[in-house]
């Protein structure tokens, strides 16, 4: 079997979605017999022995923490470590690739929404991401995607050769994704200051892509004549200014929370607590936040945009991302109890169907084709 060397080093700080398939697809290697290396930042290398005890953890500089310093390593010092490691092949899990890596090299795009939605990002960041999914479509032998929404995508804008793009879907770890006790739903509720208040929950950064403002607007107009509404969750993210503005826009009687990030631990509560999961994103590469929330046993409102419909399937509710549109999708959930209940049990059952083992041997097979 070849060594597969993962630049767990490229994963950002904010340790939202990525981390977790990272984690993921790294304990799923390790269940497979992968012969595997990682290389990640120091403070990381505890928890990546624990996740694959038979894997060579190594440890780059103390500079790459830096952003910057990482990227001018990674394209000289990680095709050294990957020598020096034995490694036959490299995957870079994060866009950005050693463009001379002297070894084949696959990498993961998950998004193709910086050319397809560039307003609902940063220009700085949609810049960034542009420049280095063309150079990683160019260089690296083989591209992974988390859905065929996303491969599309890149042939169609980026004219991508589809037999060098391979779908391996995510996983979702069903030991800390799972229908909550009481006392787990709890716990998360008391976190956020609610108590025994009824919620929707929205889980994610706030950044433009996710739609939070109509989000707000629905929300505010499908509980504006409920005796007793529930509130409005917003876990995770940094607070946009968009955000803000949609707040105010709504009546002092509608209660939005925004508790920031959430531990790890509080999101089964969190989730699996919630009247309605709502996840009217823009566009999505994979959609994360709905497979976690379907596994915890959460009825989930999403658009029929990019991947979602593959991850949702006939498990989740649909709306248009339009402010109108989340009002009467979620208005009629909050409504229909019996529709939830189906949801619930619908959504179980689909995150059963997305293993991270799966998408080990999926990638496993990338690998392989790479080194071909």
């Known amino acids: 079997m070849p060594r597969v060397l993962v630049d ?13 398939y990272v984690d993921g697809l790294v304990a799923g290697l390790h269940r497979a017999g992968a012969d595997l290396a990682v290389v990640c930042q120091r403070a990381e290398a505890e928890r990546y022995r624990r996740l694959a005890p038979s894997a060579h953890v190594i440890t780059g500089p103390v500079s790459i923490t830096n952003r910057a310093a990482r990227l001018a390593w990674e394209q000289t010092g990680l095709p050294l470590l990957a020598r020096q490691a034995g490694a036959d092949v490299i995957h870079a ?30 220009a700085v960041r949609a810049s960034f991401f542009r420049s280095a ?10 591209v992974i995607v988390p859905s065929k929404a996303t491969r599309d995508e890149l042939v169609r804008v980026l004219a991508a ?3 060098r793009i391979d779908v391996a879907y995510h996983g979702v770890d069903l030991s800390l994704f799972h229908p909550p006790s009481a006392e ?22 706030l950044d433009p892509r996710k739609n939070v403002p109509n989000l707000i607007r629905g929300f505010a ?13 917003l876990g995770g993210g940094v607070h946009e200014d968009d955000v803000d503005a949609a707040c105010r826009e709504v009546e002092a009687t509608v209660k939005v929370v925004r508790p920031g990030f959430l531990r790890a631990p509080d999101l089964p509560g969190f989730l699996g607590g919630a009247l309605v999961v709502a996840f009217p994103s ?28 593959e991850v949702g399937g006939d498990a989740v509710a649909y709306t248009e ?15 229909a109890p019996e529709r939830r209940r189906e949801l619930r049990a619908a959504g179980l059952a689909r995150a059963r169907e997305f293993t991270w083992d799966a998408s080990a041997e999926a990638h496993l097979s990338t690998y392989q084709r790479a080194i071909e």
């Open 8 to 20: 767990a080093a490229a994963v950002p700080a904010d340790r939202g979605a990525l981390i977790r």
């Open 93 to 122: 899990p994060y866009y950005s690739i050693p463009i001379r890596a002297g070894l084949p090299t696959v990498v993961t795009i998950h998004d193709a929404t910086w050319f397809t939605e560039p307003e609902q990002h940063s």
């Open 133 to 142: 999914t063309r150079t990683a479509i160019r260089h690296a032998k083989r």
């Open 161 to 163: 050769d589809p037999t």
């Open 184 to 205: 787990e739903v709890a716990r998360a509720a008391t976190r956020c200051g609610l108590h025994a208040q009824p919620y929707v929950a929205f889980l994610g950064a």
């Open 221 to 233: 107009r499908a509980v504006k004549s409920l005796p007793e509404p529930p509130a409005l969750v």
């Open 282 to 309: 823009r566009g999505e590469g994979f959609g994360m936040p709905v497979l976690e929330a379907m596994a915890c046993g959460a009825p989930v409102l999403t658009t029929h945009r990019t991947s979602l419909p």
């Open 321 to 335: 991302p339009d402010a109108d549109s989340i009002a009467t999708a979620l208005g009629q959930l909050l409504a």
